[in-house]
């Protein structure tokens, strides 16, 4: 910045900034700091900060009392093989409006986003009942069903964006040179996409793990993912708040990790491409 | 280059896709029409009879369906005050010189990455409780009387809860958006002796004017279902207080059964979100076209 920036400026947008920064990220850190803390103390008035004796046993007990691990891996299941799968029908879908857009193109994929202005809440009631009697209630395979076409209008965006951006003159020299349809999908596209694509799959891994509109409705223990398991504690005897928050700290740990790296195509994601 | 290869080829590769979400549209949206039109409880099984529109009076001159659509526009609407609002001041101070601006920004982005039963029972039991959460004892410390947050502001406290959980969002944009902001634009306001305050108002809130819009949309499209935050805490009570559309719903759908009620709500939920959205792509659409 060369406009007039004095220290005194930079010292105080730097403090307040933190502090902002901070208050913001406190209730997770308050979270954390309670899961290592005994059952009494984080419930104890007035509330230690740093000096109560530090025990890791609430994580423990969490995962012997709830099997917390079987949770884990359905959500880890559930979020992985739904964006798995919508990348599978995405891809070509992407590729083709990305690369041989007709007049239709822009029709189509409008039309595809106004899938997702429908409130999920208008086809509980089908999707229930067909869940009911296909057998697909509180299965790992009906989640992943919902949350793969719940995702699938935000997955084909996201590709289309990063898609469009490549270069087509490359591709029509490559088609010069004599590169059949597969060749140049394997040898010249793939390389280009690669980026665009391992962005779409971290965000939509990330919203489909959160996903708890679903997870919530259509699954009770069986298939449950962390989602379920979490809301679990909300029963009025459940008042454990230490083992909640042990619970819930290992809950979000990886995707807070995996969503610090993907922030940047996060704003890209979400906005469809019209925020860069 | 569209030759008719590619043309079917094009075709060809999008097909499965369009095909697919094409089912999961009209397929339930079909069926939920259907059962709107039926007396049909899961208590009574056998019993479903064709009876017109008569969910649908049900329905809309239930008190609780009026209750819980105001519940719904002000949930709506606070939280996107809140969140544009102070996402901007956010967003302004974050680009601002600072020491560590990197990992100030993952600070203020990670509750988005926080599933929201989490975040609305941490909130709800270690900071709103009103014996022991956190604010009950700043409360106190400051000689002031703590509050019972979900007993006496119940709306506002999943308000505050949810705005929470999308600021980072509304931040996260703005900044971007403020970073692509030419430098040398502000820089010629000053010479030219403009106020921080108008440079504000004359270019960077212009400038904003579209990335605002689209924080809008999007928050909007999720804002409308806001559910597990009101499952885990509220229950939609006390009374009817914090039950919003999508809540009452799946209280009549899994709690009473009532298939058709929960159809012909359903849909009239999905009415309103095509109202909002229609409304909301008229208002923004110049400001979109790419």
């Known amino acids: ?276 | 280059m569209s030759t008719r290869q590619t043309r079917v080829l094009g075709r060809v590769l999008t097909a499965p896709s369009v095909g697919l979400l094409f089912v999961w549209m009209i397929v339930p949206l079909a069926m939920t029409i259907y059962f709107s039109t039926l007396r049909y409880n899961l208590l009574n099984p056998g019993t479903e009879d064709f009876i017109g529109l008569e969910n649908y009076v049900y329905f809309l001159t239930d008190p609780a369906f009026l209750a819980s659509l105001r519940n719904t526009l002000v949930l709506v609407g606070s939280v996107l005050l809140i969140t544009v609002v102070l996402g901007t001041g956010v967003a302004l101070l974050i680009d601002q010189p600072i020491f560590g601006r990197n990992i100030v920004r993952l600070l203020v982005i990670a509750p988005f990455f926080v599933m929201p039963t989490v975040s609305a029972l941490v909130w709800k039991n270690l900071l709103m409780h009103p014996v022991s959460g956190l604010f009950a004892w700043i409360a106190t410390s400051l000689g002031l009387r703590p509050i019972d947050w979900f007993a006496e502001m119940p709306l506002f406290s999943i308000i505050l809860i949810v705005s929470w959980q999308w600021l980072p969002f509304a931040s996260l944009i703005l900044l971007t958006a403020l970073q692509s902001l030419d430098e040398e634009q502000k820089e010629a306001a000053e010479m030219d002796g403009a106020k921080a305050f108008s440079t504000f108002f004359y270019i960077t809130l212009p400038h904003l004017a579209r990335p605002i819009t689209v924080v809008i949309l999007i928050e909007t499209i999720f804002l409308l279902t806001v559910f597990a935050e009101i499952f885990v805490t509220t229950g939609g009570g006390p009374g009817l207080q914090t039950t919003n559309i999508a809540f009452l719903i799946y209280s009549q759908a899994l709690i009473q059964y009532d298939v058709g009620g929960a159809s012909a709500g359903g849909l009239v939920a999905v009415v309103l979100a095509n109202i909002v959205a229609m409304f909301l792509v008229r208002m923004v659409g110049k400001n979109l076209e790419t």
């Open chain 1, 1 to 276: 910045m060369a406009r007039r920036t004095t220290t005194t400026h930079a010292v105080v947008s730097t403090g307040a900034a933190w502090l902002v920064g901070l208050i913001i990220f406190f209730p997770i850190l308050w979270m954390i700091l309670a899961s290592f803390k005994t059952e009494l103390e984080a419930f104890a008035t007035p509330p230690s900060f740093l000096f109560f004796e530090w025990t890791t046993e609430n994580y423990g007990i969490v995962q012997e009392r709830s099997d917390y691990m079987h949770h884990a891996m359905n959500s880890l299941t559930i979020a992985g093989g739904s964006v798995l799968i919508a990348m599978l029908f995405a891809i070509p879908a992407a590729y083709a409006m990305a690369f041989a857009p007709t007049e239709r193109t822009r029709g189509t994929l409008l039309w595809m986003l106004s899938t997702k202005m429908m409130p999920p809440v208008g086809v509980l009631v089908p999707i229930y009942l067909v869940f009911r009697d296909l057998g697909l209630l509180d299965t790992r395979t009906g989640l992943i069903i919902v949350l793969c076409l719940g995702n699938l209008p935000i997955v084909i965006w996201m590709l289309f964006t990063y898609f469009k951006e490549i270069p087509k003159d490359i591709l029509e020299a490559a088609r010069m040179d004599g590169a059949t349809i597969l060749k140049e999908l394997a040898f010249v596209l793939t390389p280009m996409a690669v980026p665009g694509i391992a962005s779409t799959l971290l965000l939509n891994f990330i919203l489909a793990w959160n996903e708890a509109f679903w997870t919530l409705n259509l699954s009770t223990s069986n298939a449950a993912p962390l989602t379920v398991f979490i809301a679990s504690y909300s029963s009025p005897e459940g008042l454990f708040w230490a083992k909640l928050s042990a619970a819930s700290t290992l809950a979000i740990a990886p995707i807070l990790i995996l969503g610090w790296f993907s922030q940047k195509q996060l704003v890209r994601g979400l906005t469809f491409g019209a925020v860069k």
